[in-house]
Structure formats: C-alpha cells, structure tokens
C-alpha cells in the first residue's frame, strides 16, 4: 500500500494553515504555491504507480490535514488504496479464420492486432461469427442490431461507429461501449472490422504498431478479480482492411456495402450468422501495483441530508517521464495545467468550504490514473467509502482548465441534463460569467473524463472548464497545440488571478448544488440517466431565484 508520502503529508501540514473565517475569495498565492509544487520536476510527471505519485499524493494528504478535512480514505487515513493491473501481449496473438471452408492464418500485428482481454493470462477461443453492425439498441429509432442473432458463445463481428443523427455525446458513449452491449448479449469474444470511416481517424498500420508494444489496464476488485464491463468477452481482435474485406465478402453483406451504408445518416446494416468462424490463441503478460486516491470529507450542516454527499474530484496522476528526442532534452512531463492546476483548485474549494459548510456532506477526491484509462474515478464511484445507507448524490470534476487568457464564460458539461443546472447556472451569473454550451461537441468530452466514471454508477456529474468567448478559441487552441500532453505544460504558463477566478466559479457551483433543496438528479428522459438507471427529478421547474436563494 502506497502510504509512504505520509511523512511528506506531515511538512505540508506545518507549511499552510486555513484563512481568515470571513475571507471567502480564493488566495491566488496559495494556488500558486500548489502548482508550482505539484508540477515541480521532483514530482517526476506524477505518472501513476510511480514515487512521484505517491510523493504529489501525500502532498495532497498533507494538505487535507492542514485544511482540517476528516479522512476519507481506507483505516482513517486519506488514501483509498487500489490496485491496478497491466495486460499486455507476452506473445504475438493468433488468429486462424475459417472462410468459405479455407483455414486463413493470419499475421499478428500484420493482418490483426488483439488478443486476450484484461481477464485471463492465457487461453484460446473457437467460435462462430455473427455480424451485428454497430451492436446498438435505440428504441427510441427503432433499431435493435441485436434483433433475430444469437450470440450466445459467438463472436461478434461489428464496425466502428454509429449513425450521425445522434447527439455527440450519446455517440461518443456508444461507439465506446459496444463491448459491454455484445458481452451482455452472451459474446465471448468481439472481432472488429476496419473501414475507410475508421482508418480516416487511425491508420490500422499505425493502431496495430502500438498494439505491439503498448499495454491496456485496468483495476481490480477488492476481491482480486479484474473489473471488466464486459465479463463475457475473453477476447477482442481487430481486422485489416484487406482481411476485413475477405472476411466480410464471404458474406451476404460485402464489404463494399458496408462501406456505401456507413455513408448513410441512419447506416443501416443487417445482423446474421456468417458461415464463418474463428480461432484465437492468447498469452498475456500481467503486472499489478498499488495506487492511491486522495480523499478528505467535510460533514454538511443539514442532518436531514447527511447520507447524501456531493463529490468534488480532479484527476492527480499525468504522464511522467519519457524519452527525449535527443540527449539533454526535457524529459519530465509536469502537467501543470493537466492537472496540477485542477488539483490546486479543489484543494482550495476544500478551505473556503471549511469556513462555511454547506448542507450536505462533501468529498473532496484527488484521483489516481486517470490519464491510464479513469481508472481511479472508477474504483471509487464503485467503492466510495460511505457509510451505511449514505451515497453520492453529484459530482462536479475539474479537469485541465486552460488559464492563459481572461475567460468570460465556462462550460459546464452535463449541467442540463440535471436539476442542477439554475443552480450553475446562479453561480456563473454570480461571477459575472456566461454559461455557454459544448464548442466542440463532436470531441464527446463528457464521456472522456473523470465524471464518465460517476455517471456510469447513476450519479448526475458536470466537468467544468474554461470556455472559448473572447481570446478563449486562440488560447485554448495554442494550448492544445504545443502544450497539452508536452514537457513545455509547467506552471510559468498558468494566470494565477485566472486559476483564482476559476477556483471561485467552482466554489460557488459546489455550495450551491450542496445547498439545494431537492436531491440532485436526472431530468426525466435524459439519455444517461436511463441509460445508468439514476434517480430521475420529480420536479423540474426550479428558477434562478430559488437557486439563488
């Protein structure tokens, strides 16, 4: 168990010690002080499982302690302990295709990338191919690629996407969970065929060249197991566009056709059992380490609400230390915007939230690898700790605000699709702020952080970031383009009054939800909320006036 920063932990305490009660704004020089900390080479790029995690996260204890949060991590400290396991191909796959009565062999990492799943060590898996399309279910359109197939210890033959009449977020939720659609409809395994709509995102050449070389993670149970959203699939391949073709002109539905229906809005494609099969051999490399959330508690004022507590999360870990290009150059990735600065903003939060508590109950969580795949937020909306009867009601995450130019408005994606939203609403218009929507919808960003994680469990969730009026769309975009994911992303670049504006925004979001009235929940209707079976709002109406109130 990482528990080893605790001495850290301790000196941090002795460094800060909590503001005046009736000082209410953010102090833009101890956010500083956090960054510059938290993006300091000794961190090492905070990438998770190293030492220079578990030095930022008993950093981030320290500072708990200092603020005077109650732990609310595992035996009463503030580390929730997880463990984590890396998979990788210890041995090239294999794959044999029987087509038209032919056994093709193909070459990993040539013709396929893809193996075993993140379950097992090793196995081999036989079976008949079925076709499902996109594997989708939309009552609401009528379409069911489920419909009449059998996949009950079949593999799954399917493409990449969705029909474009989806809203992007919904669409980014779907492509990205075709796996656990196909595993609950009995799949044992998923083979993935590659058409010029996917290779226009990725060159297979190029996906199969990492598939050779990286590994995919996941976490485990507190039982051992390995968690999978789909517990069925014991294998997943991917196809070349030669093999696909080959695959898929055996068929009664070619490759051209499935080509010229991807082109269609609704992309119609029929699902039927192939007269083929397939035989895939696997041996996995398995590696597990240890790795820590950072979570303080803060108790509400309202004993009527205390088993609904409201979580507040930035994501800890980034991407360490690589290879320079060449001898001397920087090499330690600091992430001071991603997410150094959403760190310092929660801690922040954390102290003016001590001086004035709202209502419910509030935790504040530093989350662990995320940059790996959400792994932390994750384990934690699925383990959050609580006690007996208590759950989370709404989470608001902070993830890599760009603060290098004046923001006139903040998006807050997901707000609308809860009750929460006049209550974010009141608070930006507090700050004097604009609320505007998603710039850049079709990047799926609500499903690509942290809150994704909550939201799968059925909690409400909104990510709040810097938005792109005024000098927002050229700073955001000359971030994007030389910093994000570089050595170069280190504290000089942050606004401290802009990180301190934003630290406030934040605040006044979270005292508002957890001061509401009537429980955080789903709008009736809405995609996730029924999709994660979460509580559904009873009452809808609520003005800007009672949120203000």
Known sequence: MLRLPIAIAAIAALWFSPLAAHDTASDRATLERDVRILADDDMEGREAGTRGYAAAAGYVAGRYASIGLEPGGDDGTYFQTLTLRTVRDARPPKLTLTIDGEDVQAEAYVDFYGGGTVLHEEGEVEAELVFVGYGLQLPEYDRDDFAGVDLKGKIAVRAFGAPSYLNNEELAHLRSTIADRVSAQGAIGMILVWTPKLDQLIAFDMAAQRASTTSVMTWERPTGEAY???????????????????????????????????????????????????????????????????????????????????????????????????????NTFNGAMDNASGIAALLEVARMMKHNPPRRPLLFVALAAEEVGLLGSAFHANYPGLPDGASLTVNVNLDMPILTYRFEDVNAFGAERSNIYPYVEAAVEEMGLALTPDPNPEQGLFVRSDQYSYIQTGVPAIYLKTGTNGAGAEGQAAFLARHYHQPSDEAHLVDWEQLGRFTDVNYLIARNVANMDARPAWLPGDFFGEMFDGPVAEAVAETESAARE
């Open 228 to 330: 999978s959203s789909a517990p069925n699939l014991e294998v997943r391949t991917s196809l070349s566009p030669s093999l696909s073709r080959r695959l898929m002109d055996s068929s009664q539905f070619t490759y051209d056709a499935l080509v010229a229906a991807e082109q269609t809005p609704g992309a119609q494609m029929p699902s039927f059992a192939m007269n083929a099969k397939a035989r895939i051999t696997y041996t996995n490399a398995i590696e597990r380490f240890a790795d820590n959330n950072v979570i303080g508690m803060l108790p509400g004022t309202d004993p009527g609400l205390a088993d609904q507590y409201v979580v507040l999360t930035g994501h800890l870990d980034h991407i360490g230390m690589q290879d320079a290009e060449e001898e001397g150059d920087d």
